[in-house]
């Protein structure tokens, strides 16, 4: 479907070279929804984006995810890492060009940003996108640590197959949580679901479908102070908030599913952050403290931190640094466009 005019300016390409390096239009740091999102709008734009997909996170969240039965277009729903090859296709098939590597440094300030990855590779930028999401957030245990990889996981669709017929416990008490344990019971004896308060955080019907399974038990205002094992998980301790006590209980696996952290270690220093420790951005759009550095999806986001929420501020992005590069950076060193005019302006000729 057409719905407005495409006006571009008269330009060859979309880079430029400062010396010997060129200097892209628009580089995206991380995937997901949201840098998937705003790498299809700049590249139907024009502005030939190169994204940095990160060498292990490429995809985000989604992919660790089974069931995705709430994104629009898909009404048998759709499982997240079949969600998230979609999402790549669509960016590549408009130009955009995809490096699975991690940025270990970004210089942001002034009108060419700089970003460095791990092999030591610089990459030139009139703009960046920091679409870098969330990590799963620890317990904080010694023990946790040690024993990730054998018996501790944050990601039941990664590691639930290796606990078939075993006893296992989901930390957590918000629908990843009651996502986790309705996937483990395809493989567990039983699952126990342990959390430090008296009702659950989930939605009515991912509790509904908890409270329905015959696998599922749950222990209330119980929070885990240590866990059991020298070379594998053996069990948990737990510490009731009420009243003090403690106990164990023998499980052979945990995964936890307390919520997430996002990541934004590589520009803390850099940017303005809020309260909530996500990216800082002006009102409804994708502007950060810093000219030419926009930020979408988990890591500006820390209420709704959906799929589709983060796919709209992918839109934004976009269109945040369209009208960016258009106002700021001459005919002959862009291709961006010229900002498009909003829904209500659109030409009478449009077609569908």
Not at 162 to 174: C, E, K, L, P, S
Not at 306 to 314: L, N, V
Request: proline share 3%; net charge negative; aromatic share 6%.
């Amino acid at each position: 479907m057409t719905t407005q005019t495409e006006v571009q300016l008269d330009t060859p390409t979309a880079h430029s070279t400062e010396g010997e390096q060129k200097i892209h239009d628009v580089i995206i740091v991380g995937s997901g929804p949201s840098g998937y999102t705003a790498a299809v709008y700049t590249a139907r734009a024009n502005l030939k984006p190169v994204m940095i997909a990160s060498s292990v996170k490429a995809g985000g969240e989604l992919m660790n995810t089974t069931d995705v039965e709430n994104f629009p277009g898909f009404p048998e729903g759709v499982m997240g890492p079949d969600l998230m090859e979609q999402f790549e296709k669509q960016a590549r098939r408009f130009g955009t060009e995809i490096l699975y590597e991690d940025v270990v440094k970004a210089e942001l300030s002034g009108d060419v940003k700089k970003l460095t990855i791990a092999t030591g590779e610089e990459f030139l930028a009139r703009s960046v996108i920091i679409s870098t999401g969330s990590e799963y957030r620890e317990i904080g245990l010694d023990d946790e640590k040690r024993l990730s990889g054998h018996g501790v996981s944050w990601c039941a669709t990664c590691d639930g197959f290796f606990f078939r017929d075993q006893d296992i416990a989901v930390v957590g008490g918000g629908d990843s949580a009651m996502e986790e344990a309705l996937f483990l019971t395809k493989f567990a004896r039983s699952v126990t679901v342990v959390h430090r308060r008296d009702t659950l955080r989930a939605s009515k019907i991912m509790q509904d479908r908890a409270f329905a399974h015959e696998k599922i038990s749950f222990l209330w205002n119980s929070e885990v102070v240590g866990i059991h094992g020298s070379d594998k998980v053996t069990g948990l301790k737990l510490a009731n908030v009420v009243d003090g006590t403690t106990s164990d209980i023998d499980v052979t696996g945990v995964f936890v599913a307390i919520g997430n952290d996002p990541r934004v270690d590589l520009v803390k220093d850099q940017l303005e952050l809020t309260v909530e420790g996500t990216i800082a951005v002006q009102g409804r759009t994708s502007k950060t403290s810093v000219p030419g550095v926009f930020a979408a999806g988990d890591v500006i986001d820390p209420t709704y931190r959906q799929a589709i929420t983060a796919s709209g501020s992918g839109c934004v992005a976009a269109l945040d640094v369209e009208h960016y590069l258009a106002d700021t950076v001459s005919a002959s060193q862009t291709a961006a466009r010229v900002p498009t005019p909003p829904a209500e302006a659109v030409s009478e000729n449009a077609s569908l």
